[in-house]
């Protein structure tokens, strides 16, 4: 890493702990790892090799193109588009036999036309509105779709599901009454009911996932934590953004520091350029937010606007510091840690905004044990 700027470092051990201990909590559900976003800022292909070997038997995607890319790096799990897919792009969808999502019969039947094009059945799977009014069909319509789709030769209508709004509140009231939504359309379906039926995302894996055919795991995943529950206190985080320092400079009192004048020096300082900025997703909101970064295991103030590709940070004279110091923006250095949760909050925003802006300027770097692998 001493030749990057800055970079993003990724522990696939702390995947593969955070896999199984979401596994462990409803052992009869599949995983579905959720790795739409280039697997949340962290990389998809690299995560998804990483689940399959260790236990998932789904990808869900939310693009075409994601899951091309999958596709084209050799990946031949089931893999799911969680979103609607414009009509242009389905048979892309059924040629790189990628399960697509349907919401009403005229979403059915594009499907079906690009399978017969194809001489195959395209796989397809019906999103339901249960109650989050984002996409699907409503139950009480799901049947009659379901049955019209059986006249369609080319698909295949593999699975049903749908998504919970407030299973990581503490009043998941609204999240139980989803799931029984879904489970009395399963039971009336009855034997005309689609093979694979889900709907437990992260923070419903704790109370919400028996019966689910999946677990769809993602942000829990990555280690960040999908509820207050203190059971995801065991999760690892996986990602740490790193930087190398541009400048240490020698700044007396009283001194402007960045764009807009917008803060002054109160006393001689050290202030150190760290090549990261905006730019790279590392939010122009945390300026003026008490923001730090950790360098030497001592957390110090960032100063100034953030800039696009840089930002400064404030260090006292006293304080030994050196260019070839490491500088951790998210992550740990030696008892300090800096997590995305920290970020979200003082940015006023969620942590999985934080980590999923991260940007494509930035390395990934993937480690396992004390190796860096590919």
């Known amino acids: 890493m001493e030749d990057l700027r800055a970079w993003i470092e990724v522990d696939l051990d702390a995947i593969i702990h955070n896999l199984k201990l979401i596994k462990s909590i409803a052992p009869k559900s599949q995983i579905m ?28 995607v939310a693009m075409v193109e994601e899951g091309i890319a999958l596709r084209e790096a050799g990946l031949a799990a089931p893999i799911l588009i969680l979103g609607v897919v414009p009509e242009a792009e389905v048979p892309l969808a059924v040629k790189w036999n990628l399960s697509t999502t349907f919401t009403d019969f005229k979403g059915a039947e594009v499907l079906a036309r690009a399978g017969k094009a194809l ?7 019906l999103k339901i509105d249960t109650g989050m009014h984002r996409l699907g069909v409503y139950p ?18 593999e699975g049903m599901f749908t998504h919970l709004a407030t299973a990581d509140c503490e009043d998941n009231s609204l999240a139980k009454k989803q799931v029984e939504q879904i489970l009395n359309l399963r039971k009336e379906l009855g034997n005309k009911c689609p093979p694979l039926v889900h709907w437990a995302n992260s923070a419903a894996a704790l109370y919400l996932a028996e019966d689910s055919s999946f ?65 790279d997703g590392y939010t122009r909101r945390l300026s003026h937010k008490g923001t730090e970064v950790l ?19 404030e260090i006292p004279l006293k304080k030994q510091i050196d260019v070839t110091d490491e500088v951790t923006l998210i992550g ?15 940015s006023d925003t969620i942590h999985y905004e934080i980590i999923t802006e991260l ?12 190796s860096r692998v590919r």
Not at 332 to 346: M, T, V
Request: proline fraction near 4%; charged fraction near 25%; aromatic fraction near 6%.
């Open 332 to 346: 740990s250095q030696g008892s300090e840690e800096i997590s995305a949760e920290e970020l979200a909050i003082k």
């Open 33 to 60: 790892a959720i790795i739409k976003a280039n697997a949340y800022g962290h990389g998809a292909i690299s995560v998804a090799k990483t689940v399959l070997a260790n236990g998932a038997s789904w990808l869900g």
């Open 295 to 313: 360098i030497g295991g001592n957390r110090y103030p960032v100063v100034g606007n953030i800039c696009m590709d840089q930002l400064m940070v």
């Open 359 to 370: 940007s494509i300027r930035l390395e990934r770097i993937y480690k396992k044990g004390s």
């Open 215 to 279: 677990i769809r795991a993602g942000i829990a995943l990555y280690g960040l934590k999908p509820s207050a529950d203190p059971f995801w206190d065991k999760l690892k985080p996986a990602l740490s953004l790193k930087a190398r320092i541009s400048r240490i400079e020698r700044v007396e009192a009283n001194q402007p520091i960045g764009y807009g004048a917008s803060y002054y020096t109160k006393e001689p300082c050290q202030i150190v350029t760290v090549p990261v900025g905006y730019g």
């Open 119 to 125: 001489g195959k059945k395209a796989s397809g799977q």
């Open 140 to 157: 009480e319509k799901a049947a009659e779709l379901l049955k019209a789709c059986e006249k369609l030769d080319g698909l295949k209508v």
